[in-house]
């Protein structure tokens, strides 16, 4: 059970910081892999989420895993993204509060 929420509080956090380092300027291969662990992930935490029953934070991963696919980019402002950036890492620090009620 510890090593399920130990794993969950990591990728979150990892997603949490490079996500917030995404709202700097960096190389635009910094954010190919931005979107490539983003979408990862959010896969894992959206499956975590539905798995439980959790629907609100699983719907609102499946548009995140939407916007940060790597196969099927969206194409938005510089702008637009440090905004979508900043809050995603919002929601992915938020998410590891649930951890308990995540990883039963």
């Known amino acids: 059970m510890f090593k399920k929420k130990f794993l969950y509080i990591v990728l979150c956090i990892i997603a949490c910081i490079m996500l917030f380092n995404g709202t700097f300027d ?39 895993i939407f916007l940060f ?3 099927l980019p969206v194409s938005l402002g510089k702008d637009a993204w440090c905004s979508i950036d900043f809050f995603v890492s919002i929601l992915f620090f938020v998410s590891i509060f649930y951890v308990n009620k995540v990883n039963k």
Request: with cysteine; glycine share 2%; proline share 2%.
């Open 69 to 71: 696919n790597p196969i």
């Open 26 to 64: 960096r190389a635009y291969d910094y954010y190919t892999i931005l979107r490539i662990i983003v979408t990862s992930i959010s896969i894992y935490c959206c499956y975590k989420f539905f798995s439980v029953d959790i629907n609100a934070f699983g719907c609102i991963y499946l548009v995140v």
